[in-house]
């Protein structure tokens, strides 16, 4: 008799959770993963020149461009950089300035941030419907256990003596 009452209790407290009810209870989560990428290239900056070409003159106090009293004093310094190098020339009344820029290439280092965005997308799906013919069997099953328990309770009681 103990057993069957641990049976019945077990039988009774033991269930299927339904799809909706879990769902509720542990909803699904999206995820979102975030990747670093490192990136490198080079880039190549082709060979060029430039030139100016300027015409030495003074004015006198008319107003007049004379060329009588110009010279220069001293030499013309000429700095080379790592990639310009400029060519100064001096001759006759003109000064004429040459850059020349060697090709040179520049290395680049970057990061880039990708932020991935995985949703999970929930479809319902019904399964699982109850005919009416499930659902007589289901109260009828119900019915059942409730007319065998009051059995049991009555053969208990009459086993007892109290009936």
């Known amino acids: 008799m103990r057993n069957l009452l641990i049976f019945a209790s077990i039988f009774f407290l033991a269930s299927c959770v339904t799809q909706q009810r879990c769902l509720e209870k542990y909803p699904p ?23 100016k070409l300027l015409y030495l003159g003074c004015y006198d106090s008319l107003g007049n ?29 003109y000064i004429q300035v040459e850059c020349l820029v060697d090709s040179s290439k520049v290395y680049l280092q970057w990061k880039e941030k990708h932020i991935l965005n995985q949703d999970t997308l929930l479809k319902e799906v ?13 109260w009828s099953g119900r019915v059942f256990f409730i007319v065998l328990i009051a059995v049991i309770i009555y053969a208990i009681l009459k086993l007892k003596k109290v009936i």
């Open 126 to 138: 019904t399964t699982n419907i109850v005919t009416s013919w499930q659902w007589f069997q289901i």
């Open 29 to 51: 989560k999206d995820s979102t993963t975030i990747v670093y990428l490192s990136k490198d290239t080079t880039i190549y900056i082709p060979a060029d020149s430039s030139m």
């Open 65 to 93: 461009l004379t060329t009588d009293y110009i010279r220069l004093q001293g030499e013309v310094e000429q700095l080379q950089g790592r990639n310009v190098k400029p060519i100064i020339i001096v001759k006759d009344k």
